[in-house]
């Protein structure tokens, strides 16, 4: 996982890995030139040499440790800017692929778990940017180590002089096995403690994936306005907090849980280190009282042994550490692969000036996925080209579910749905769905420019636009807007402005007259507005889909009574279909009482 995540780094940023190595040999370099330079100039001292001698290695050594630190700092702030952009690229690739995602695909609970994931992985703690943090950390242990290795060599060299006793011990090259002993051992230590903790945050990370998007719901529905009304109006505030202080007290627990993990690891590195560094004096300092060494090359030799067992320490904790960042990355990458099911057809849609596109349901079943009941069943009907026609039937019938068919949100569990005599799934869905124009129950406006709303588009023709306003009833409320089709909706943009439900309703029309398609389909799409405006809006409905084939879902049985053809929907089947006037006649059907039902309301 570490070396796939390392190759994303790098063809997301083909410079980023070399000024890590380049950074860190500098920020390495300066600590050990002033060591290095720093012991010779104490020896310098002690042997009482040349004071203009001494003076001008350590103006040598001010130097070059002022240039490398600048060096170091300038790449840092390089880095720091490449890990923004890699994290923007990372996050525009999710925002990318979510828009790709077939709807099916994307209402799934998986997939929105992986989708928490993937964000995790970049946003939280566990995310990417400390898979950069640890990187450089490794490399800076790695460019220590070896380092320090050099520095060190001197220090387990026998000198030539023959000597015997304790000094003769020393100046071979076995009693520097021992402190290589003590050292390796403190390594494994803290190998066995970084790889114990990487698990336990490994935990914690999975323990908290739920709770983070519990989070970013209330999150949501709190500082949403549109939220707020309800929230206030049913006092939902108590419950809301409630749940919020909930998830709080989860995500606490399971960092208190990570604590409890992890607390007694400092004590524990602490004694070890602190076993190690003592015996780096001793050895260090026996060897000097033995003069087998320098003095001035104490603080050489002790600061190069501490930062080698450190940095050996460190590197483990590293490894561990980019295996599970690494982890986290693949969510990342498990989300980017998720792959559409849909088949996808390529077959190019005939443009026809006639309209003359032939729909045809096929002894059509469909269950939603993960459902153990058929939500539509053995469904057989043919549209006829240019026919108006209505669908009705209780809540729940099947009748959006029927209009998500045809647009292929979804696909049929059986049967098929065919165009001009061909499966629908054949052809290139992008040119399929150019033939119609829907709109849905919970369609949706966005916080952008009215015209874009209309448009779907951020390029758009204001005359069509304007028109397709003023046909769907919207030309009192455009006059009153200071910036016309221009003006924001809602608040998110500055001078947003609110609307109601019902001119809502009326933009989202407009959107389906702009868009001119051959088949337009309209699931409730009066339900908020006032009996007036339903009827103008009907009427003008009727001049202008002229031609075109039409589809309205509509409980107002009122609004049925113009169409040529109604089909009654109910438990999923087409249990009636005909006109207005054969549906009444057939008095004890579902057609004819429906209507009854309402009727009494208007009499
Ligand atoms: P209608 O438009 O006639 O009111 P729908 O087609 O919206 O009915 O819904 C038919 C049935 O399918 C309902 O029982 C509803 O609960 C169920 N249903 C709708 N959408 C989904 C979904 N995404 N997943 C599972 N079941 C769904």
Same mark, same amino acid.
């Given at each position: 996982? /570490?070396?796939?995540?390392?190759?994303?780094? &790098?063809?997301?940023?083909?410079?980023?890995?070399?000024?890590?190595?380049?950074?860190?040999?500098?920020?390495?370099?300066?600590?050990?030139?002033?060591?290095?330079?720093? %012991?010779?100039?104490?020896?310098? !001292?002690?042997?009482?040499? $040349?004071?203009?001698?001494?003076?001008?290695?350590?103006?040598?050594?001010?130097?070059?440790? $002022?240039?490398?630190?600048?060096?170091?700092?300038?790449?840092?702030?390089?880095?720091?800017?490449?890990?923004?952009?890699?994290?923007?690229?990372?996050?525009?690739?999710?925002?990318?692929?979510?828009?790709?995602?077939?709807?099916?695909?994307?209402?799934?609970?998986?997939?929105?778990?992986?989708?928490?994931?993937?964000?995790?992985?970049?946003?939280?703690?566990?995310?990417?940017?400390?898979?950069?943090?640890?990187?450089? %950390?490794?490399?800076?242990?790695?460019?220590?180590?070896?380092?320090?290795?050099?520095?060190?060599?001197?220090?387990?060299?026998?000198?030539?002089?023959?000597?015997?006793?304790?000094?003769?011990?020393?100046?071979?090259?076995?009693?520097?096995?021992?402190?290589?002993? /003590? /050292?390796?051992?403190?390594?494994?230590?803290?190998?066995?403690?970084?790889?114990?903790?990487?698990?336990?945050?490994?935990?914690?990370?999975?323990?908290?994936?739920? +709770?983070?998007?519990?989070?970013?719901?209330?999150?949501?529905?709190?500082?949403?306005?549109?939220?707020?009304?309800?929230?206030?109006?049913?006092?939902?505030?108590?419950?809301?907090?409630?749940?919020?202080?909930?998830?709080?007290?989860?995500?606490?627990?399971?960092?208190?849980?990570?604590?409890?993990?992890?607390?007694?690891?400092?004590?524990?590195?602490?004694?070890?280190?602190?076993?190690?560094? +003592?015996?780096?004096?001793?050895?260090?300092?026996?060897?000097?009282?033995?003069?087998?060494?320098?003095?001035?090359?104490?603080?050489?030799?002790?600061?190069?042994?501490?930062?080698?067992?450190?940095?050996?320490?460190?590197?483990?904790?590293?490894?561990? $550490?980019? &295996?599970? #960042?690494?982890?986290?990355? *693949?969510? =990342?990458?498990?989300?980017?692969?998720?792959?559409?099911?849909?088949?996808?057809?390529?077959?190019?849609?005939?443009?026809?000036?006639?309209?003359?596109?032939?729909?045809?349901?096929?002894? !059509?079943?469909?269950?939603?996925?993960?459902?153990?009941?058929?939500?539509? *069943? &053995?469904?057989?009907?043919?549209?006829? !080209?240019?026919?108006?026609?209505?669908?009705?039937?209780?809540?729940?019938?099947?009748?959006?579910?029927?209009?998500? +068919?045809?647009?292929? +949100?979804?696909?049929?569990?059986?049967?098929?749905?065919?165009?001009?005599?061909?499966?629908?799934?054949?052809?290139?869905?992008?040119?399929?769905?150019?033939?119609?124009?829907?709109?849905?129950?919970?369609?949706?406006?966005?916080?952008?420019?009215?015209?874009?709303?209309?448009?779907?588009?951020?390029?758009?023709?204001?005359?069509?636009?304007?028109?397709?306003?003023?046909?769907?009833?919207?030309?009192?409320?455009?006059?009153?807007?200071?910036?016309?089709?221009?003006?924001?909706? =809602?608040?998110?943009?500055?001078?947003?402005?609110?609307?109601?439900?019902?001119? @809502?309703?009326?933009?989202?029309? @407009? #959107? $389906?007259?702009?868009?001119?398609?051959?088949?337009?389909?309209?699931?409730?799409?009066?339900?908020?507005?006032?009996?007036?405006?339903?009827?103008?809006?009907?009427?003008?409905?009727?001049?202008?889909?002229?031609?075109?084939?039409?589809?309205?879902?509509?409980? #107002?049985?009122?609004?049925?009574?113009?169409?040529?053809?109604?089909?009654?929907?109910?438990?999923?089947?087409?249990?009636?279909?005909?006109? &207005?006037?054969?549906?009444?006649?057939?008095?004890?059907?579902?057609?004819?009482?429906?209507?009854?039902?309402?009727?009494?309301?208007?009499?």
């Amino acid at each position: 996982m /570490i070396w796939k995540s390392l190759k994303m780094i &790098h063809y997301l940023n083909k410079k980023y890995i070399p000024f890590v190595v380049l950074g860190k040999i500098l920020a390495v370099s300066q600590v050990y030139v002033n060591i290095i330079m720093g %012991s010779v100039i104490l020896d310098m !001292v002690i042997n009482r040499q $040349a004071v203009p001698n001494i003076m001008r290695l350590v103006i040598i050594m001010v130097i070059s440790s $002022a240039l490398l630190i600048v060096g170091w700092w300038g790449i840092e702030n390089i880095l720091r800017v490449m890990e923004g952009e890699l994290v923007s690229k990372m996050r525009q690739a999710i925002v990318e692929h979510c828009m790709t995602l077939d709807y099916e695909v994307l209402e799934r609970k998986e997939t929105l778990e992986m989708i928490q994931r993937a964000g995790d992985s970049i946003n939280s703690g566990g995310g990417i940017r400390n898979f950069y943090n640890n990187l450089t %950390s490794f490399i800076e242990y790695l460019i220590t180590i070896i380092t320090s290795v050099v520095v060190l060599i001197p220090l387990f060299v026998p000198v030539t002089k023959k000597v015997s006793g304790l000094t003769g011990f020393l100046n071979g090259w076995y009693s520097g096995l021992i402190l290589v002993c /003590i /050292i390796l051992v403190s390594v494994v230590f803290r190998y066995l403690l970084a790889r114990r903790r990487s698990r336990i945050e490994q935990k914690q990370f999975e323990k908290n994936i739920d +709770l983070n998007r519990e989070f970013g719901y209330y999150f949501n529905i709190i500082f949403r306005y549109r939220t707020g009304k309800d929230i206030r109006l049913y006092r939902m505030q108590d419950k809301i907090l409630n749940g919020l202080s909930e998830n709080a007290k989860g995500i606490e627990n399971n960092g208190k849980w990570m604590m409890k993990g992890v607390r007694p690891d400092s004590i524990w590195k602490n004694v070890v280190n602190y076993i190690l560094l +003592l015996s780096t004096y001793v050895y260090v300092g026996l060897k000097v009282i033995c003069q087998l060494i320098s003095l001035g090359n104490v603080m050489k030799y002790v600061t190069a042994i501490t930062r080698m067992s450190d940095s050996l320490g460190s590197i483990m904790e590293s490894y561990n $550490a980019l &295996h599970i #960042r690494g982890k986290y990355v *693949s969510y =990342y990458y498990d989300f980017l692969n998720i792959k559409n099911e849909k088949y996808e057809g390529t077959l190019p849609l005939e443009k026809r000036d006639d309209n003359e596109y032939l729909l045809e349901f096929k002894d !059509v079943s469909f269950r939603y996925p993960n459902q153990k009941d058929m939500v539509l *069943s &053995h469904v057989s009907m043919k549209f006829t !080209v240019g026919e108006k026609m209505a669908i009705v039937g209780p809540n729940g019938a099947g009748k959006s579910t029927f209009i998500k +068919l045809l647009c292929r +949100l979804y696909d049929p569990t059986e049967g098929e749905i065919l165009l001009n005599g061909i499966d629908i799934k054949l052809y290139d869905y992008e040119e399929y769905m150019k033939i119609f124009s829907i709109v849905f129950q919970d369609y949706q406006l966005f916080s952008f420019p009215l015209a874009e709303n209309v448009a779907a588009s951020i390029e758009y023709d204001s005359e069509k636009v304007k028109c397709s306003l003023i046909e769907a009833g919207f030309e009192k409320q455009l006059e009153k807007f200071d910036d016309g089709i221009h003006t924001n909706l =809602y608040q998110m943009k500055e001078k947003g402005i609110e609307i109601s439900g019902g001119e @809502a309703q009326k933009i989202a029309l @407009a #959107r $389906a007259l702009y868009k001119d398609a051959a088949i337009v389909i309209l699931d409730e799409p009066t339900s908020a507005l006032d009996p007036v405006s339903e009827f103008e809006i009907y009427k003008r409905f009727d001049e202008m889909v002229q031609g075109k084939t039409s589809i309205y879902i509509s409980h #107002r049985m009122s609004s049925c009574r113009f169409c040529n053809r109604i089909l009654v929907f109910d438990k999923g089947r087409i249990v009636q279909s005909g006109s &207005h006037e054969q549906l009444m006649s057939q008095t004890d059907k579902l057609y004819a009482k429906l209507w009854e039902a309402q009727a009494k309301y208007y009499q």
